[in-house]
Every structure is written in C-alpha cells, then in structure tokens.
C-alpha cells in the first residue's frame, strides 16, 4: 500500500464549478499536510499548507485535513481556467522535512 | 531573486554515458533535494542534504551520486546512464520546517537512448 494515495484524474470541470481534490494517507505520523500546483512543464509550487486537523482558507482554496480519517481535501471555489493544472498533496511527520511524501498528483482541466 | 536554478533545461544521453545536473539556490537554505518525476508516478526522492557537507539517500537513490560543498549548490551526477533513468528531475530547497514548503527549481528533461 502507496504512503500516500492520490486519484490522478483527469478531472474536468466548467468554469465556475467547485473543484474537490483528495488524498488519502496510512502513515499516522504525517503532522504537515500540503498541497502544490503544478502548470504543465514547470516545478511544483506551495499552495496551501495546513498543521494537524482542521481547515484552512486562502481566496478561493480552502484545505481540510481529516486526521481520524487519514483523509485531505482541497477545494477551489470559482474556478477559472488559469486553475488549469496537477494538484500534487504532500505530507510529512513532525520534524521530518526530509521526509515529504507526495502523491501522484491530479490533472485539472477548467473548461473556458 | 533566482530561486531555485537548474541546468541544462533538456539533455539527451546515450546509454552508458554520465552527466552532472546543476542546482544552484540563493534562498541559504539548509535543505536540498533531488526528485525525479515520471508520468503517473508523482515525486519520486533520489538524494538529499541537511546542509553542507551532508548528503543521504532518498527513495531510488541508485545510479546517482551527489555532493554538497557548498549550501548554495547541490549537483546530481549520473554515472553509466540507462533508458529507466529518462525523467524529469527537479532540485528543490526548503528553510522552513514548519511549513513544510518547498522551492522547486523548473526541472531537467533528461533523454537517454
């Protein structure tokens, strides 16, 4: 079993719809939960970073972490087409910034 | 302020040659990091460094060797390379553990035929 198990899409939605991506995880040491985007032919980037459980709003991103459940989202309110890109979860234990385990990504495509 | 700074952008091998990728960052973190990224297959951890003069190994650390001189650089050498080793690889830095945020360069497309 993957440490970190992420559906790789593709998904496809109209502009405007709200987007939820998910990640799920077995390792119940992962304190640090992340997600990156990644624009095609480009290095990943932080989007939005969440500590233990709970939730966290930027914009139109909001991130959830359901620790009982080993269970994250992200979700993108309004899309636009610019959100056109892989959205790669990453976690890591406590202290273990050497140990940053990403998933396999999912494609997001917004159509216009 | 560059970042995070990988060269060559593109390269081809022939099986059996070696190769140095560069990664240079001018953020004086203490942590680098090299992955290789292939389709469907996410970030896959090859070698990284706690800071200078400090290197270990990641997840598919075989057939690849680093160093770490310096903090600002943390180059990836690639001996006898093989068709399994045709990726992207991307150099990424980090100073912040509380946040778990790292910087990634824009990635080497490595060929090898």
């Known amino acids: 079993q993957k440490e970190v198990e992420q559906d790789p899409g593709p998904l496809s939605v109209p502009e405007g719809a709200i987007v939820s991506l998910n990640c799920t995880y077995s390792?119940?040491?992962?304190?640090?939960f992340m997600w990156y985007r990644q624009y095609s032919r480009k290095g990943p980037e932080l989007l939005m970073y969440t500590y233990s459980s709970g939730n966290k709003e930027d914009g139109r991103f909001t991130a959830q972490v359901d620790k009982s459940s080993k269970y994250i989202s992200l979700f993108i309110r309004d899309s636009q087409p610019s959100d056109s890109a892989t959205y790669l979860c990453?976690?890591?234990?406590?202290?273990?910034?050497?140990?940053?385990?990403f998933g396999t990504g999912t494609k997001l495509q917004v159509i216009p | 302020n560059a970042g995070v700074t990988q060269t060559p952008k593109f390269r081809i091998l022939k099986i059996g040659q070696s190769m140095t990728l560069q990664c240079a960052q001018d953020m004086n973190h203490n942590y680098m990091y090299w992955y290789r990224q292939d389709p469907g297959m996410g970030l896959k951890l090859i070698y990284y460094s706690v800071g200078a003069g400090i290197t270990d190994k990641g997840e598919v650390p075989n057939g690849y060797n680093v160093s770490r001189s310096t903090t600002e650089d943390f180059p990836l050498r690639l001996e006898l390379a093989a068709p399994s080793q045709t990726s992207v690889y991307f150099c990424?830095?980090?100073?912040?553990?509380?946040?778990?945020?790292?910087?990634f360069g824009e990635g080497s497309r490595l060929t090898v035929l």
């Open positions: 990424a830095s980090g100073g912040d553990a509380n946040t778990g945020e790292l910087f």
């Open positions: 990453a976690m890591m234990p406590l202290g273990g910034y050497q140990k940053v385990t």
């Open positions: 390792n119940s040491a992962f304190q640090y």
